[in-house]
Each structure stands twice: as structure tokens, then as C-alpha cells.
């Protein structure tokens, strides 16, 4: 579970973002707050692995309060939402290591997209060990060559779903549970299940009864 500190100085909208990112599986909100001051507390406290900061912070800026969360915790992850919208504001922060940056208004679609973004490409890297591969760092810098590699008839969409399905699923799942949420056929999902099981990226558990066992897919932590 990744866990998500919101900081807004507007207590309704640090509110009604904590609500969308509670709506994406594998995200919890451990707290909100809304100065720069009780954001350095709050991670030194909770330890998040994710923050969502805004610009327009009462006690300093969001890009002041950038600098001091990486003294804090370098390994912290921070995404900009904010109404600032100049140009000079976006290079700093992108300067600052953040993994993207998104203007008010926004809807939960809006932050679903980039958690999502952040949930397959940021988070699995900082869980390797040692070393990552090139289509691992290419994924980070946009850089999508994911569709040469996959298998004649594959999606790169639907594949990101199926992962996000496993990653936000709490027990393993089957290709007809899997087929359910996609809106595609058990067949067409248990291709897509068997080809990242291929690649190392799932686990399968069989489960007896009648007749053949059945094969249910979690994702490998």
C-alpha cells in the first residue's frame, strides 16, 4: 500500500483530494495538512512514500517546502497540485525531483491517471535492489517502447490495467474475475495474465475442486 500525504492550505480541497486518492487501489492517505511547517512534522512522523503539495502555502512556498522534505526524507516522492501555472514555477519544481505536476482544477479521473502513472513506473523502481533495467527507465521518461515488445494482438492499455487490477487486488484473482473488470473475454484475459506470468510479474496459486484446478494470478510484491 502506498501511502499518500496531502498538503493544501485549503482544508475542503485537501479534503476532497484525499478522497480521490482513496478511490485508487493501493493508495491510503495517512493524514492531511495545511502548512509547510506540520508537512516536515507529518513525514518525519509518518513516513509516506508519497506527497501531493501545493504552491500557495501560508508559511513558505511549495517549492521552499520541496527543498526541505528532501533533507527530511531523500527518498520522498512528491507530486505538484497547484493553480500555479507559470512557467518559471513548473521548471523549479520539476527541477526539485517532483514526479509530475498537476493544475487545478482537475477532476478524480485527472489524479487517478497520474497515481496510476506513479504506481507502475516510480514505486516498483524504488523497490529494486540494485539495478533496473532500460524499459524500467524509459517508463519513467515517457519513453514508451513497450508496444514493440508485446506479443501480436497485445494493448499497452490493457496491460496497464491488468496490472493495476492485480496490483489494487487484496486476494489473487481469476482470468474470469480479471475479464469482469476489463470488460474483455476470459480468454482474451488470460492471455494478458499469462504473458506477464512469462515475464516473472505474477505468482499463481491453483485451486482445487472439481474438475481442472483453477488458476488464480496475484502480483509478485
Known amino acids: 500500500m502506498i501511502k499518500v500525504l496531502v498538503v493544501d492550505d485549503d482544508f ?3 479534503k476532497v483530494n484525499a ?3 482513496k478511490q485508487v487501489p493501493g493508495f491510503s492517505v495517512i493524514g492531511a495538512t495545511h502548512t509547510g511547517a506540520a508537512a516536515l512534522e507529518a513525514v518525519r512522523k509518518y513516513e509516506p512514500d508519497l506527497v501531493l503539495l501545493d504552491i500557495y502555502l501560508p ?3 511549495g517549492l521552499e517546502l520541496l527543498q526541505k522534505l528532501r533533507e527530511v526524507d531523500p527518498e520522498l516522492d512528491v507530486l505538484i497540485i497547484s493553480a500555479a501555472r507559470e512557467a518559471d514555477t513548473v521548471r523549479k519544481a520539476l527541477r526539485g525531483g517532483i514526479v509530475h505536476y498537476l493544475m487545478k482544477p482537475f477532476s478524480a479521473s485527472d489524479l487517478r491517471e497520474r497515481l496510476v502513472h506513479y504506481q507502475n513506473t516510480y514505486h516498483p523502481l524504488s523497490q529494486v535492489s540494485e539495478t533496473a533495467d532500460q524499459q524500467d527507465i524509459d517508463k519513467i521518461f515517457g519513453f514508451n517502447v513497450q508496444d514493440k515488445r508485446l506479443p ?3 494493448s499497452a492499455e ?3 490495467k491488468v496490472i493495476e487490477i492485480l496490483r489494487g487486488s487484496e486476494a489473487n484473482i481469476s482470468a474470469a474475475e480479471a475479464a469482469e473488470v476489463l470488460g474483455t473475454s476470459r480468454v482474451s484475459a488470460r492471455r494478458y495474465l499469462e504473458y ?3 515475464q516473472g510479474k505474477v505468482e499463481i496459486d491453483l485451486r482445487y475442486g472439481m474438475g481442472r484446478p483453477e488458476r488464480r494470478y496475484g502480483w509478485k510484491p
Open 158 to 160: 490493457t496491460l496497464e
Open 19 to 21: 478522497g480521490f486518492v
Open 152 to 154: 501480436k494482438g497485445f
Open 12 to 14: 475542503m480541497v485537501a
Open 59 to 61: 508559511d513558505m512556498s
Open 196 to 198: 506477464l506470468n512469462e
